[in-house]
């Protein structure tokens, strides 16, 4: 099922703190499904189990960023362009390629992983957070099999 992203018109906590679970939840059915849209493949089969088994030991660092977030001073994450236009702007992009990956499938997906890790690196620089998120995601992507 499509994964909607936030817009950024709430209070930016909230939305930061949805948007990294929306990731999780993207990041969890792409790589439990293994599935564009359209039933595409995505992954080289042979990183298929072992990013699986990253990615399942990888899934706490999520609910440990969003306490970080929560807890994170409003100057701080506007600091970063983490409120505000800014981050509807970003929000906005990130919806923008996802809705293109819905339509039309994979061709896509290398562009929305790519504005995803943008801002969650921006989040996680904002909130001190270390990469492994992040550096998790990326590894994610690297592993598509175009």
């Keep these: 099922m499509p994964v909607e992203f936030p817009t ?12 990294v679970h929306r990731v999780q939840e993207f990041l969890d059915e792409l790589v439990d499904l293994n599935r564009d849209p359209f ?18 030991e990888g899934r706490p660092e999520v609910e440990r960023v969003v306490i970080l977030i929560r807890n994170a001073p409003l100057d701080r994450l506007g600091q970063h362009g983490l409120t505000g236009r800014q981050l509807r702007f970003k929000l906005g992009v990130i919806g923008h390629f996802n809705r293109l990956y819905i339509s039309t499938g ?38 598509l099999d175009d």
Excluded: H
Aim: proline share 4%; charged share 25%.
């Design 8 to 19: 950024g018109q709430g209070e930016p906590r909230a939305e930061l703190v949805t948007f």
């Design 39 to 56: 039933g595409n493949p995505l992954f080289y089969p042979e990183l298929l189990e072992l990013m699986r088994g990253a990615w399942g």
């Design 106 to 143: 994979k061709s896509y997906l290398r562009k929305l992983l790519e504005v995803i890790d943008i801002l969650l690196k921006s989040i996680l620089e904002a909130v001190g957070a270390g990469g492994a998120l992040s550096e998790l995601k990326e590894y994610i992507e690297k592993s």
